[in-house]
């Protein structure tokens, strides 16, 4: 079968590898699509090269179809449409004895710690396998990982109908978080200062700022008649718009701090003190966000289409790289079977 590995210094080779048949417990997927995501993007750029062992098959954002089962499974059989939450724990450690699994210390994410989806048929667990519906697009399916992110980073901020929302970031997680505050009836203004995602943003209805051009602490102010946010996300991973959100949020406001920050940031801690703001880190999902995320995407509240900007093949997995690296993609997806891209 092909699959697609990082080897090391900023390279990613299509090579042919021997498939993994399904073992007791074990689902045998083919893999139809692989979303790409900034954490695959770090892992090529060679950040991640201290946890992940070289060469490596990864992926975590997929779907596909049963292509065989070991004994023992029972929930899913071959031709089923399924995804994977790319989460194996060992529930054994103190996270998750006490009930949060999601957030294992010695959890095993699957496409970053052991091999992903980049390959034609891949072997994992079967409890980390999802069912869809019948009649799922297996494109639109791609995106149920990172909505599920979404839906947990907006159940953690605990936001109610009506509060006034900033999303920090208007990447694709940063719009898919905006889109699942705004389906719960939040007002949302997307803060970007890429000119592609915040045109991308503005096109699919949210209010919009460019920190590079706009007075944002005004702005918000003076939407907000001067209370300041309920709810702010800071997504981008920008030293800059930690330093900004701690401004942005309202007495008792929340600020959800979803980016992978690389190094420590200085964070206004009197602003934190003064306000009494509240700041949640949010990581990964549920088993619950994922059923969530299949429903918003088969009920058409996540606009699939408009946010995947192109589908390529396996071959050209490092090429999309530089789409993304460029700032002019917002969701690239991989057709993973030969002859499969449009």
């Known amino acids: 079968m092909r699959a697609a590995q990082y080897v090391g210094d900023r390279t990613v080779l299509t090579e042919h590898l021997e498939p993994l048949e399904p073992a007791k417990g074990q689902v045998q997927i083919k893999v139809a699509y692989t979303g790409l995501c900034g954490t695959d993007l770090h892992i090529v750029h060679g950040n991640m090269d201290g946890r992940v062992e070289r060469p490596l098959v990864f992926g975590h954002e997929m779907s596909g179809t049963v292509s065989a089962t070991g004994p023992d499974v029972t929930t899913v059989s071959s031709g089923d449409r399924v995804t994977v939450m790319p989460l194996d724990w060992d529930g054994t450690c103190p996270a998750c004895v006490a009930g949060h699994r999601h957030l294992c210390h010695h959890l095993n994410f699957i496409g970053i710690d052991s091999p ?31 909505v599920a992110v979404a839906v947990h980073d907006v159940r953690r901020s605990e936001l109610s109908a009506g509060d006034k929302v900033v999303v920090l ?5 940063g719009v898919l978080i905006a889109t699942v505050a705004r389906h719960a009836c939040a007002e949302v203004c997307v803060s970007e200062v890429d000119q592609t995602r915040l045109k991308q943003a503005a096109a699919l209805g949210f209010r919009t700022l460019d920190p590079s051009q706009d007075d944002v602490q005004a702005a918000v102010t003076e939407w907000t008649d001067g209370a300041g946010a309920d709810v702010v996300f800071e997504v981008s991973g920008a030293a800059a718009a930690v330093q900004a959100a701690t401004g942005l949020a309202k007495v008792r406001g929340t600020i959800v701090v979803v980016a992978i920050h690389p190094t420590p940031r200085p964070v206004d801690l009197q602003r934190v003190f003064w306000r009494e703001l509240r700041i949640l880190g949010a990581r990964v999902y549920k088993r619950q966000d994922f059923d969530e995320a299949i429903r918003l995407i088969a009920e058409g509240v996540i606009p699939a289409d408009e946010l995947i900007t192109d589908v390529v093949p396996l071959e050209a997995t490092a090429s999309a790289f530089t789409r993304l690296e460029a700032g002019t993609a917002m969701k690239m997806l991989v057709a993973v079977q030969e002859g499969a891209a449009s």
């Not at 970031?169 to 997680?173: C, E, F, L, S």
């Open 116 to 146: 992903g989806s980049l390959q034609e048929l891949w072997t994992v667990p079967e409890h980390v396998v999802v069912p869809l519906p019948d009649d799922a697009s297996l494109r639109h399916a791609a995106l149920v990982e990172p």
């Open 169 to 173: 970031g208007g990447g694709p997680i």
